[in-house]
């Protein structure tokens, strides 16, 4: 018992050992995924997931199917049968074999045709080219069956390629036909066929001569028709006779293309630089005429000529002129002409003025500037001197006193070119080469002028035609960098000139001619303006016209460049209202500022927009206006002037916005209050700057017993420090302004709240008529009554109750629990009780699903490619290694051997 115990242990153990293992999970590779909320009696067939080992699994499939795919993507197991005419059903089999062997020989002829040496020659035998020739013997038929010559392919394969085997034999004795009588029948046949389509030309030919024949009489017939109706003169009807007369109507032509602003500014510019570049050809006595020489001469140059201006030989003919009769063709007494001597001494000044211009090249390359503002330089002005003095020494001999002044001009001239600005090196390079070629045909004008004596009459008109160009604006200038260069630009000039030269700078420096144009104008913008200041302040008269031009201007420039301009005009408003504020705190008052600063104001409102919220420009200017009328006391007429100014433009300011200015309605209160009769009344009806009681609280008061009238007056004649004003007449001025621009604000501010808390004081000044208007002309009367009206009127109306804001209140969220019948918990998606929409439902949520999927897999194959690619590429690089290592190490060691044969040498 014991020997079969242990022997069934034994079994056991065999057994056990022979059992597959279980398949136990790596509990390392088995990922729990937790739910938020667990359900009772619900199965989670997701908690757990091996991510590790359905990934191995994916990679061995996708090694198993992608990985073989990718492999043999480049090879085949298929044979297909691409011969020519093997899948076409018509053809037999000797066409195909036809077609093959044509195909073969074509191939074969193109292979052996790329090592032809003679490929474009033609080579002949017999007056016939062997291209043409057959490569097999028979005589040349004459069929024209077949246009390159050749016997047809059933010749071909009846008596070449087997073609014994489908021969035809005769009738008669049954024996096939030789050579010699097949070749008979095909020459009889083609004879045949040539006569068939020779009558055939012919009975055509015949018949074409009919048609002819015939069409002559037709076309006789028909013109007689037309004879006959144009003898019955058979009016047109209205229908022919309105076609008619539309062939007479003006048709629409197409206007030309309108020009872009780009386009018109380029061709304003080239045609300033046209009349500038007459301009200087005027101011040096050129004509024309004689510039049209000087091209022609210049165009028709010699291939041989070195361009230095050496002429071999001058034209010294004279004119043939009579003598009492006698010819004579000015020859002197020793052999020369009369004019020989002074044209000698004439060549000699022009050699002395050469070399005087010749010394000053220096000095007008520096000046060259000069040209592009307009301006001559000293060489250019004295070009047309130069000549009218050349043209006059013809009549007088020059003294040595008139040469000793020249030079002296001269070398005035050098000094105004010496103290001028300095320019690039590069740039007075170019201008003095440009120069030096013009000096060169003014030198040989000179000469030809010179040699022929002109007329007085023509001396007379050179000398008004150069006068006339001097004083002409030049049409070009450079655009200024400062207020000392525009100021030098516009010195002497009128106001229409002054304004000129700005328009004619802004036309040259548009901003679409050349780069940096847009900088340079906003330069010129923040120029006018600074200039605009100082014409305001420093004359004593200011010229309308001049402020209207500048402002005009200023506004162009603005919109070109507006964050220059508005950042120049920023600056200038901002380093006013701080001496401004400098002179409050130290002298504990503020005064009105001066007229050039109320024009800036002025400025303001014409170039930017005065209704925006904030604005970088006007906003600072607003606070400096408040702060003018709210702390500045109003000591004399012009400071009532200034200030009734600032309240104008306030109210141009805040005409669109609405904005409320305490300042301004402030103001207009207390020049009605300086106005009025206040003695008997009680205080508080002005609040600061005014005061109840002072030197100036009545200065405005009209005691005359003749009441004065109201007159028109110019605000800059009452800004004016000296100016006479009559004090009576500009109190009802001062009141008649007042009364209407608080009329204004009143019905601007008429939606306020404060409305009547504002006028109320006025009210109060108003209704006291004979203590303020019944001193006055009736036109005062009537603005002052027409404004009492309005704030009456306006202070009777009744308030609205603050009142909380209207709107629906929002309910409170409910948390009761939404309860759904036929509730069944293991469903994740439950019935809507329609059966088509419930399966729709399914079949979009397995499309996602599946969608889903697939978009996985796609990517994870892509992946799997690209490791398979880049794997791929790092064997092929890591082989390119190796061999190149390899060839290293060849070559190291074949240097290795050849230094040891080297030293080999050297030691034998």
Avoid at 131 to 156: A, C, H, T, Y
């Amino acid at each position: 018992m014991a020997k079969n115990k242990k022997r069934k242990q034994n079994s056991t153990k065999v057994q056990n050992r022979t059992r597959q293992p279980d398949n136990k999970p790596n509990p390392f590779e088995v990922k729990i995924n937790k739910q938020k909320h667990s359900i009772l009696g619900k199965k989670n067939k997701h908690g757990k997931g091996m991510p590790l080992v359905s990934r191995s699994k994916g990679l061995q499939k996708r090694n198993a199917t992608l990985l073989q795919e990718y492999k043999h993507r480049n090879k085949t197991n298929k044979f297909l049968d691409r011969r020519l005419g093997e899948n076409d059903p018509e053809m037999s089999v000797e066409e195909k074999m036809m077609e093959r062997f044509a195909l073969e020989k074509q191939r074969s002829h193109e292979k052996s045709s790329i090592f032809s040496l003679n490929a474009d020659e033609e080579l002949t035998h017999y007056g016939q080219s062997l291209s043409s020739m057959e490569k097999f013997e028979e005589p040349q038929l004459e069929s024209d069956d077949d246009e390159d010559g050749r016997i047809n392919k059933q010749f071909v394969a009846e008596q070449h390629f087997g073609g014994f085997l489908t021969k035809k034999k005769s009738e008669e004795d049954g024996k096939p036909k030789t050579r010699h009588e097949i070749f008979e029948e095909i020459i009889a046949k083609s004879k045949k066929e040539k006569y068939n389509r020779q009558s055939e030309r012919e009975d055509v030919t015949n018949l074409t001569e009919q048609l002819d024949k015939d069409f002559m009489g037709v076309a006789q017939f028909i013109a007689s028709v037309k004879r006959d109706r144009e003898r019955e003169k058979i009016k047109p009807d209205a229908y022919d006779m309105s076609v008619k007369e539309l062939i007479f109507d003006m048709r629409a032509q197409a206007s030309d293309r309108m020009k872009t602003p780009e386009e018109l500014a380029k061709e304003e510019r080239e045609r300033l630089e046209k009349l500038e570049a007459d301009r200087q050809r005027r101011m040096k006595g050129i004509t024309e005429e004689e510039e049209a020489e000087m091209k022609r001469r210049v165009q028709s140059m010699s291939a041989d000529d070195l361009n230095d201006g050496f002429e071999l030989a001058l034209d010294r003919r004279t004119t043939l002129t009579y003598n009492d009769g006698v010819p004579s063709f000015g020859l002197g007494t020793d052999g020369k002409g009369e004019d020989a001597n002074q044209e000698d001494d004439d060549d000699d000044n022009v050699d002395k003025e050469d070399e005087d211009e010749e010394g000053m090249e220096g000095d007008d390359s520096d000046g060259d500037d000069d040209d592009d503002d307009g301006s001559e330089d000293g060489e250019e002005s004295n070009d047309g001197e130069d000549v009218a003095d050349n043209a006059s020494d013809l009549e007088s001999e020059p003294s040595d006193d008139e040469e000793v002044d020249d030079d002296d001009d001269d070398d005035d001239e050098d000094d105004e070119v010496d103290d001028e600005k300095e320019v690039d090196e590069s740039k007075s390079e170019r201008t003095s080469g440009r120069k030096s070629s013009l000096k060169k045909d003014v030198k040989g004008t000179k000469a030809k002028r010179v040699q022929i004596q002109e007329p007085a009459e023509s001396l007379k008109k050179r000398e008004d035609m150069i006068s006339a160009a001097k004083k002409e604006l030049p049409y070009t200038f450079k655009a200024p960098e400062n207020l000392e260069e525009f100021e030098q630009l516009i010195e002497g000039h009128s106001v229409p000139d002054q304004l000129v030269i700005i328009s004619r700078v802004r036309k040259c420096h548009h901003p679409s001619l050349a780069e940096g144009n847009k900088e340079k104008l906003g330069t010129l913008a923040c120029i006018l303006q600074e200039h605009l200041g100082e014409c305001v302040s420093r004359e004593e008269e200011i010229d309308l016209h001049l402020i209207n031009g500048l402002t005009k201007h200023i506004y162009e420039l603005t919109q070109t460049c507006a964050l220059t301009s508005g950042n120049n005009l920023q600056a200038i408003i901002s380093k006013e209202f701080d001496a401004f504020n400098e002179e409050a705190e130290q002298r504990g008052r503020a005064s009105f500022p001066s007229i050039h600063v109320l024009m800036y104001f002025k400025l303001v409102s014409v170039l930017f927009p005065t209704s925006d919220f904030r604005h970088s420009v006007v906003t600072p200017t607003m606070l400096f206006m408040g702060a003018i009328l709210s702390q500045c006391q109003v000591r004399s007429l012009q400071d009532v002037t200034s200030g009734l100014f600032v309240c104008n433009l306030f109210l141009k300011y805040v005409s669109l916005s609405k904005r409320f200015v305490p300042e301004a309605v402030n103001f207009l209160r207390g020049i009605l209050f300086m106005a009025s009769d206040h003695e008997t009344t009680r205080g508080g009806l002005v609040v600061a700057p005014f005061k109840h009681t002072g030197r100036f609280a009545k200065l405005l008061r009209n005691d005359a017993t003749s009441e004065a009238k109201l007159k028109p007056v110019g605000i800059f004649q009452l800004l004016s420090q000296h100016a006479e004003v009559d004090e009576a007449e500009f109190s009802c001025w001062a009141i008649a302004l007042s009364c209407h621009l608080l009329k204004e604000f009143s019905q601007l501010y008429v939606d306020l709240p404060s409305y009547q808390e504002v006028f109320l004081p006025i009210q109060r000044l108003l209704s006291s008529r004979e203590k303020l208007l019944n001193k006055h002309p009736e036109e005062v009367k009537s603005l002052g009554e027409e404004l009492l009206t309005h704030i009456e009127a306006q202070s009777h109306r009744p308030r609205r109750v603050l009142q909380v804001e209207k709107k629906k209140p929002v309910p409170l969220k409910m948390f009761e629990p939404k309860i759904e019948e036929n509730y069944d918990p293991t469903r994740k998606h439950r019935s809507s009780g329609n059966k088509d929409y419930d399966e729709r439902q399914r079949l979009v949520h397995r499309h996602r699903r599946e969608m889903k999927g697939a978009i996985r897999e796609i990517r994870k194959d892509g992946q799997f490619i690209a490791r398979q690619k880049l794997q791929e590429q790092k064997e092929r690089d890591d082989e390119r290694k190796e061999k190149v290592k390899r060839l290293h190490a060849m070559l190291a060691n074949q240097e290795g051997d050849f230094r040891a044969i080297k030293r080999t040498k050297k030691k034998l």
